[in-house]
């Protein structure tokens, strides 16, 4: 098969380009020439615990994205399906779910079940919470999560207009203080272009987070989804190789990733591509593209079957990919439920 190369001089400008030289520099100089591949499928599957329900009908997403994950709205559902996916081969479950009208999704009130798989499986559990107060987020510790998912913003207006919240960055500080002082794992996202594609208030939430204790910073993509209002938006790719060459600049010692929530097709490929040139150290569902540019350029390369919020870990390595690497897109839902909780909820 063909290789059809990009042409980094003729796709980004000489500035940016000199930044995402600074930012790959100083990510191989502390890492090594190492990229991590996350293949979630069915080794990590997400489960919402609101099935289709949500009381935000968000423009990016109107409910649509949660329909394709496992509905479980008791905690007895919950702990069913974590003990089947575990005998299926799962290494961990997403915990995820509409939001009620303030934004929260209601993962504190399957805590005890949270705890039960805990006890009685070898699962990892990690969640989106949404927003989440201290007494809540200790519930949560408590109960043996092991890590949070949660979005950041950084333009009210944009919150406001996809959301129909009227929110402060305040709002979102909080939930990253209650998050990170109980001691959970956090992996905030930042959505590029979550305003139909264009970008606006990235960079503000990369400043929010900072100053947190956090595994790794997520860089997510607005996805089309059709039947919504921005089923025909996408974002630039430039616009994340600008997010991404930022957030190696201000999280120096922290891996950045890239998730699995962002375009389509070729899109897709040249984001993995700038991706790669700006620093990343993760990519969640990489296209084969990535994966033969990361080969062809020396760098070496390992693949794990769990959320890419999560560090690369030898338990939950896999030997080889367990998608078509020939696609350009996808070929599981996990890209639903980043996309779902993707830009800021």
């Known amino acids: 098969m063909e290789v059809r190369e990009f042409d980094l001089e003729q796709i980004v400008p000489q500035q940016l380009r000199d930044r995402m030289e600074g930012a790959r520099t100083r990510t191989i100089a502390r890492s090594g020439k190492q990229l991590n591949f996350y293949i979630t499928s069915n080794l990590f599957p997400s489960i919402s615990i609101t099935g289709s329900q949500c009381s935000l009908n968000c423009k990016h997403c109107g409910g649509k994205l949660l329909e394709r994950l496992i509905p479980c709205m008791t905690p007895d559902d919950l702990v069913s399906t974590a003990l089947a996916a575990e005998a299926q081969g799962a290494k961990g479950i997403l915990v995820t779910g509409g939001c009620d009208s303030i934004g929260k999704v209601h993962v504190p009130a399957m805590a005890a079940a949270i705890a039960t798989i805990k006890e009685r499986t070898g699962l990892i559990v990690i969640a989106h919470t949404g927003f989440i107060t201290p007494d809540e987020a200790g519930l949560l510790?408590?109960?043996?999560?092991?890590?949070?998912?949660?979005?950041?913003?950084?333009?009210?207006?944009?919150?406001?207009?996809?959301?129909?919240?009227?929110?402060?960055?305040?709002?979102?500080?909080?939930?990253?203080?209650?998050?990170?002082?109980?001691?959970?794992?956090?992996?905030?996202?930042?959505?590029?272009?979550?305003?139909?594609?264009?970008?606006?208030?990235?960079?503000?939430?990369?400043?929010?987070?900072?100053?947190?204790?956090?595994?790794?910073?997520?860089?997510?993509?607005?996805?089309?989804?059709?039947?919504?209002?921005?089923?025909?938006?996408?974002?630039?790719?430039?616009?994340?190789?600008?997010?991404?060459?930022?957030?190696?600049?201000?999280?120096?010692?922290?891996?950045?990733?890239?998730?699995?929530?962002?375009?389509s097709g070729r899109d897709r490929e040249l984001i993995d591509y700038l991706a790669i040139e700006s620093g990343v150290e993760n990519i969640a569902i990489p296209t084969r593209y990535a994966v033969e540019y990361a080969k062809r350029n020396g760098y070496s390369t390992g693949y794990y079957g769990t959320c890419c919020g999560l560090p690369p870990s030898d338990d939950t390595r896999i030997d080889t990919p367990l998608y078509d690497t020939r696609a350009a897109a996808p070929l599981c839902g996990a890209d639903s439920a980043s996309a779902l909780h993707g830009g800021g909820i």
Do not use: W
């Open 141 to 263: 510790r408590d109960s043996g999560l092991d890590g949070v998912g949660f979005d950041v913003v950084g333009d009210m207006a944009t919150a406001r207009e996809v959301y129909g919240l009227d929110l402060s960055e305040q709002d979102y500080i909080s939930s990253l203080d209650a998050l990170s002082d109980a001691g959970i794992m956090l992996f905030p996202h930042v959505c590029v272009g979550l305003n139909a594609g264009r970008a606006g208030g990235e960079l503000r939430a990369l400043e929010m987070i900072m100053g947190h204790k956090v595994s790794t910073v997520v860089i997510t993509g607005l996805m089309p989804v059709e039947g919504t209002p921005f089923s025909g938006a996408k974002p630039d790719p430039l616009d994340f190789s600008r997010v991404i060459t930022a957030a190696v600049e201000l999280f120096p010692d922290t891996p950045i990733t890239l998730g699995c929530a962002r375009s």
